[in-house]
C-alpha cells in the first residue's frame, strides 16, 4: 500500500481522505485549521506530512491557496513522488505548479464533480490528466474516490473540470432566473418545475432543486472565474456574487435569492 500524504480538510477533502485509509493505505494528513483531522494522523505542517510519502494529494479552495501551501511542502518532495492535485484551480495555475517541481516528481491534475456525500462513498467523478505513467501510478487511488476519467496529458483534467463546472452553474442560475420569472407571471411554481423536470433540461433542474448537495456559491462563482470573461458565464458569476448572504449556502440557494430579488 502507497503511504499518502492528504493536504485539506475541507468539507470535500475529510471524506476522501477517510476513504483512503479505509483502504489501508498508511495516511497522514494536514489542514490549514488544525483539528479536523478526526481520527486521523495529523501533521503539523504541510512539510511534515509529505516526507516520506509515495503520493501527495492536495485537495484545497482555490488557486491561491494550493500555491501557497505547495510552496511549503513541495521542497521536500523525493523523486519519485507523485503529487495529485484535486482542487479545482484550472489549467494555468496546474502548469505554474508543473513547472516549480523538482526533477523526477510527477504531476497529475484530477478535479472532481460532485458533493459531499460523493466523497464520502466514493462516487465522485475524476477528471485525470497527466503523463501516462504518472496516471498508471494515480489510477489506483483515485479510484478509491471515484469513476476516473483519463482525459490525456497534463492540464487536460483541469481544462475539463472547468468546461463540466461552467455548464453546470451557469445552467442552475439560468433555471434559478425562469423560476423567478413562472413566480411573476403567476406560473405555479410546482407546475413550472415539473415541466423544466421532464424536459432536456431534467438534471439542471434536480441541481438546481437538490436539498442534500454541499458546493457554496463562493466556489461556484471561482469556478466560473476561472473560465474567463465570456459573456454568459460572467453573468452568472455576477448573479451568484449579487447575493452576499448565500456565499457559503449550497449553489442551490440562488434559487431562493432570485426569488426573493
Do not use: Y
Not at 19 to 28: D, I, K, Q
Not at 52 to 62: E, K, Q, R, W
Not at 135 to 160: I, K, M
Request: proline share 7%.
Amino acid at each position: 500500500m502507497k503511504k499518502i500524504a492528504f493536504l485539506g480538510l475541507g468539507r470535500m477533502g475529510l471524506p476522501m481522505a477517510r476513504r483512503l485509509a479505509a483502504a489501508g493505505h498508511p495516511l497522514t494528513v494536514w489542514n490549514r485549521s488544525p483539528g479536523r483531522a478526526d481520527g486521523l494522523v495529523e501533521a503539523a505542517t504541510p512539510a511534515a506530512a509529505v516526507r516520506g510519502a509515495d503520493v501527495v494529494v492536495t485537495m484545497l479552495s482555490d488557486p491561491q491557496a494550493v500555491a501557497d501551501v505547495a510552496g511549503r511542502f513541495v521542497p521536500e518532495l523525493a523523486p519519485g513522488t507523485l503529487w495529485i492535485d484535486m482542487s479545482s484551480i484550472g489549467p494555468d495555475a496546474t502548469a505554474g505548479l508543473r513547472a516549480g517541481l523538482p526533477d523526477g516528481v510527477g504531476l497529475v491534475d484530477a478535479p472532481v464533480v460532485g458533493s459531499v456525500g460523493p466523497a464520502a462513498t466514493g462516487d465522485l467523478v475524476v477528471f485525470a490528466g497527466g503523463t501516462d505513467a504518472d496516471l498508471d501510478v494515480a489510477q489506483p487511488v483515485l479510484e478509491l474516490l471515484g469513476r476516473v476519467r483519463r482525459c490525456g496529458g497534463p492540464g487536460s483534467g483541469a481544462a475539463l473540470k472547468v468546461v463540466v463546472i461552467g455548464a453546470i452553474v451557469a445552467s442552475v442560475t439560468v433555471v434559478a432566473e425562469v423560476l423567478s420569472v413562472a413566480e411573476e407571471l403567476g406560473v405555479p411554481q410546482e407546475l413550472a418545475q415539473g415541466v423544466l423536470a421532464a424536459g432536456p433540461l431534467a438534471g439542471v433542474v434536480a441541481r438546481a432543486l437538490s436539498t442534500d448537495a454541499d458546493f457554496p456559491v463562493r466556489l461556484a462563482a471561482k469556478d466560473l472565474a476561472l473560465a474567463g470573461g465570456g459573456p454568459v458565464l460572467s453573468a452568472a458569476r455576477a448573479v451568484l456574487l449579487a447575493d452576499p448572504s448565500i456565499a457559503d449556502r449550497d449553489l442551490s440557494a440562488v434559487v431562493g435569492s432570485l426569488r426573493r430579488g
